[in-house]
């Protein structure tokens, strides 16, 4: 069964400091695509970066990167440079592409504090 | 483009009555899916729908239920609320199934039930 773990519920970093925010997956979907959000304390949620299964590459969205380790079906958040605005929780998200096209599985999401 | 659109942003019910929210997706997406937010069991998928048919469904109650109408617009209805509904509902559009196709949310409605 599809599911998304982030094993860190709150994570607190200083101002212009790098964080990384973990994120495990498990699907038996060979097609998938993974999807981090962040939502501020307003409740939108704000798509940041997105990774597929066949890229080779890892994606980079300006200060947001992902760490894709298909063989660990890992796909951590890198947040460079971090600024008071990046204070929200973010959560990460997949989507099987052969089996629930329209459906993202989410996970419990990270708290992340920036200090200035 | 436009983003996707929640109508009301705030509701306040009580129990028993019933409730419709609306979503409008962003223009040419397809598929508008619901979730629910609460603090206790995080984001649950409601449903989808594609061109105006139910394709996915989620493990809520029959008195969760959704329409699509022709210009992809959505609605989710709850009826005999509880007190557990008081949740975050949001909706979100994509545009197609490829893998690339990002699910895009709207602000949300918050809905509370006294």
């Known amino acids: 069964a599809q599911k998304i773990t982030q094993t860190q519920p709150g994570m607190f970093v200083q101002e212009k400091e790098a964080v990384t925010l973990d994120c495990t997956y498990d699907t038996s979907d060979p097609s998938y695509g993974l999807f981090w959000y962040k939502q501020p304390s307003s409740g939108e949620m704000i798509f940041l970066i997105y990774q597929g299964s066949y890229d080779q590459q890892n994606a980079t969205e300006g200060r947001y990167s992902l760490n894709f380790q298909k063989a660990r079906k890992s796909a951590n958040l890198v947040i460079s440079a971090s600024q008071l605005g990046d204070s929200a929780m973010y959560f990460c998200a997949m989507r099987e592409i052969n089996t629930n096209a329209g459906k993202s599985t989410f996970g419990d999401g990270t708290t992340l504090t920036v200090k200035p | 483009k436009a983003g996707v659109t929640q109508t009301p942003r705030y509701l306040i019910k009580t129990r028993g009555q019933q409730v419709t929210l609306s979503c409008s997706p962003i223009?040419?997406?397809?598929?508008v899916s619901w979730y629910q937010q609460t603090p206790g069991q995080g984001l649950q998928f409601l449903f989808e729908?594609?061109?105006?048919?139910?394709?996915n469904k989620g493990n809520f109650p029959g008195r969760f239920s959704g329409r699509q109408f022709s210009n992809s617009r959505s609605e989710m209805n709850v009826s005999t609320l509880e007190l557990g509904d008081s949740a975050l509902y949001l909706c979100?559009?994509?545009?197609?199934?490829?893998?690339?196709?990002?699910?895009?949310f709207g602000p949300g409605t918050r809905l509370t039930v006294l």
């Open positions: 979100a559009s994509l545009e197609g199934d490829r893998a690339a196709d990002t699910q895009y």
């Open positions: 223009s040419g997406h397809r598929s």
């Open positions: 729908y594609f061109s105006e048919t139910q394709r």
